[in-house]
Structure formats: C-alpha cells, structure tokens
C-alpha cells in the first residue's frame, strides 16, 4: 500500500534505532505522545525494543473516548431514557461508563441509540424519523471537528427541525499545556499527532517550545514515522533548542487545512471543557455559536455542557493516572484480573485507542 | 476513533469520492479539499477526507531517513 509499506521498512527502523541508541546514551527523554493511533503504532510494531531505556515513552490523554466525562455520559443516557429521542454515537461512547451505566446498556433496556461512522448519517435518520429528536454524541478531538460542522451546516441547509448536537468536543493544544505544567510528568518532548495537526497546523503547538522549553514533533503512525519524530526530539534536546518540527508534512502543513479551520470557526466557539482524569480546562473544549443554537442539544433539553464529576469511583482503578501519564497499565490492580476489552472497568480499556486496551492486546 | 487511512480517489461526484485501500472500499466526503483529482492519495477519518498527501513531501521524507549516519 502506497504511503504505508515504504514506511514500515524493517531496515531503515533499525537504522534509525542505531542512531537513537547512539546518541541517547547520556540523555534521558520522557516523551509523550497524545493520539490513540500513535499509542496503537508504537505497541503494535514493538517500537519500545528500538529505544533505549533511557528514553521512557509515555501515552497521555489521546483517546477522544476516553476523556469523556461521566456526566455527559449521564446526560446522554437520560436523554435516550426518552421514547421520543434517538442517540445516535460513534461506536466506542456505547460502552463509556457514566456514573451508574452506560449507554449500550441503556439501549439493551430499549432506548434508542445507534452507533454512525460519520456524523452525516445523523442527517438521513433524522429525515427518516421527523417525530423523533435525534441528537448526535459530538464528541472528539480537531480531526471530527469540522466532519460535525459540515453536517451542522448541512442541517441547518435543509431547515431540520429535528436534529441536535451535544457537543464536548476536546481540543490539544490546552491540554499539552496542562501536561506541560505538571511537574509530575516532567516531560522532555511531545510527538504530536499527525491528523489533529492535519487539520490545525503546527503553528498552535509554538507556546509549548517558546514558554515551557519542551521540543515537539508532528509524527505520521507509521513506525519509521514514529521513530523518525523521536529522533528529531532526541536531536532537539542534544542542541537544547526545543521548537516544532514537521515530520508528517506529506499530510501536515504549518497552517493545516484552511477550509477545515473556516468551517470550525464559523460554526463553533471555545468552552471550557471537562476531560475525565484530567478535569476541567479552560478553552480546551467547542460549543455551537449561537447562530447554531436551534441545533444544540444543551439549549434544547435544558442541561448543563457537562458536569464537574471526575468519574472514577473505584480508587482502584488508576484510568485518571494513566489519562495523566503518571502511570502504565500494568499498575493498576484491576488491569487484565477484572478489567479487560470485553469487561471494561475503566475508560481506557474500552476504545481500540485506550492506552490499556493497547497495552492488553499488545503488552 | 481517529485512525486515518490513506486512500485513493477513484471516482468523483460532486461533493463525494469512492476511495479505495486495499479491498475496502467506501464513499467519502471531499467538501474539506481543494482540487482533488482521481489517483490522489488523501487521509480519510469519520466519512470524510481531511487531507491529500503530498507524494514529493513524503519522498523527501524518506530521503531523510536514508541519508542518517
């Protein structure tokens, strides 16, 4: 596959390897990475054998699934409680706890909720249930975002009356400035991900190299993407000139997609946003712009965004400190005794990007 | 949720496009770009493409690669 194979070429990995292993000997490197599919990459390739053990490479809050709050959880299945609503969600949210159950619960009960691969779909089951409100899980990092603002203005093309969106979408560049700040973490440098980016560009991570001296690096998936990008970190903290480099550029350039950032901005406005294990980050988060509020689920139904509740009941579980990068899977007492992919306890157990479902599929 | 696959563009219709990867196949939303043309590589998420890849910039990549001593 063009794009794909020429990028997992087992020989140039080792090259790069050699070259990491060369150099790292007298630098230790905490690197993070925040995308679910660089978490996936990274131990699906067994790209951790490449690295020497000085460079310690972490997986932050990645998964759009995971940081979503229990109480817009709640919201959403208190809505689906309603005969005269359809929920309709990317397929991962289903199993999300809230803070009693989940919606794929909810919908064993016999509540309406259905599982899209794109949010345009909610426009034809709207069309196809005009008695019925369908409200669309809008939920994701900048790579959904302007997929959903197309089809908000896609439905307020078509006049649907029908149709609303419950936004708590997440967006990077405050989270990585939560993470810069935490001294706990102490990370060294951030490989960033390469779809969020396709879409926002390089330019937003600036503040991270400029005012916190931490280097960052757009990465691609691929392994020799990966290993690539934390070269170019290595190299940074060698020269202590932490900036932004571009590995991903065949799909990432420095403004990113510009019609992509028009239909953002002319359909949502920053919020503050509540990221389960990390909790509440001011203009982390997208609302509809009041042009759009005869289509926002919150005007519609009368509840707040979301609430403050951080989530996790248990004080086993350790989904808040693996969300942080504080800790790995394997510390958790739960992981792969009681909490696995088909008995998920906690949230990063149960999307295919959750750094502890990575780790039980591929650890 | 945010795997991005690089898919070919097969056919246009107006504001969509059946890309190809391998044996899948899907129709896809291509309102996010400009001057997209048949054979053109573009990263498809959530039913839409987000981006086309660029051939030179990834030769140019991989050229970097080679050249690490």
């Known amino acids: ?363 | 949720m945010c795997l991005g696959i690089p898919m070919k563009i097969e056919k246009i219709q107006g504001e969509f496009a059946q890309v190809q990867s391998g044996s899948l196949k899907r129709q896809v939303n291509i309102q996010m770009l400009s001057s997209i043309k048949l054979g053109d590589y573009v990263i498809v998420h959530a039913g839409f493409a987000i981006e086309k890849l660029n051939s030179q910039k990834a030769k140019e990549t991989l050229k970097i690669i080679h050249e690490i001593r």
Request: hydrophobic share 40%; aromatic share 10%; glycine share 8%.
């Open chain 1, 1 to 363: 596959m063009k794009y794909v194979d020429e990028f997992r070429n087992k020989n140039l990995a080792n090259k790069i390897s050699q070259k990491i292993h060369s150099l790292a000997h007298s630098e230790s490197l905490r690197i993070m990475e925040v995308c679910g599919s660089h978490t996936q990459s990274f131990h699906r390739f067994g790209l951790g054998k490449l690295l020497p053990p000085s460079i310690k490479f972490i997986s932050g809050p990645g998964c759009p699934v995971c940081v979503s709050s229990p109480g817009y959880i709640d919201a959403a299945i208190a809505l689906a409680q309603d005969k005269n609503n359809i929920i309709l969600s990317f397929g991962d949210m289903l199993r999300v706890p809230g803070s009693k159950s989940t919606l794929e619960m909810a919908r064993v009960a016999g509540a309406q909720v259905g599982v899209v691969y794109s949010a345009l779909e909610a426009i034809s089951v709207a069309f196809q249930n005009p008695k019925k409100k369908v409200i669309f899980l809008a939920v994701g990092f900048e790579t959904t975002v302007p997929t959903v603002g197309l089809t908000v203005l896609d439905a307020k093309r078509k006049g649907l009356r029908n149709i609303f969106f419950y936004c708590a979408f997440k967006l990077i560049p405050p989270a990585l400035e939560y993470l810069a700040k935490d001294c706990d973490l102490n990370i060294s440098g951030f490989l960033l991900p390469g779809h969020v980016s396709a879409i926002i560009g390089t330019k937003p991570y600036a503040f991270i190299a400029k005012r916190y001296k931490i280097g960052c690096c757009v990465a691609g998936f691929e392994p020799l993407d990966m290993l690539e990008g934390i070269y170019f970190l290595l190299q940074q903290r060698i020269k202590k000139r932490p900036k932004v480099e571009n590995q991903y550029n065949r799909a990432v350039r420095s403004l990113g997609n510009l019609k992509a950032k028009k239909i953002i901005s002319s359909v949502f406005e920053p919020t503050v946003a509540n990221w389960r294990g990390l909790g509440s980050i001011a203009q982390s988060g997208l609302r509809l712009r009041k042009e759009f509020s005869r289509l926002d689920a919150v005007r519609e139904f009368g509840f707040k965004a979301e609430n403050k509740s951080s989530g996790i009941k248990d004080t086993r579980c350790r989904c808040r400190e693996v969300i942080r990068g504080i800790e790995e899977p394997r510390d958790c007492l739960l992981f792969k005794k009681i909490c696995s992919p088909e008995h998920p306890y906690g949230p990063c157990m149960i999307s295919s990007e959750g750094t502890c479902n990575v780790y039980y599929r591929y650890c």
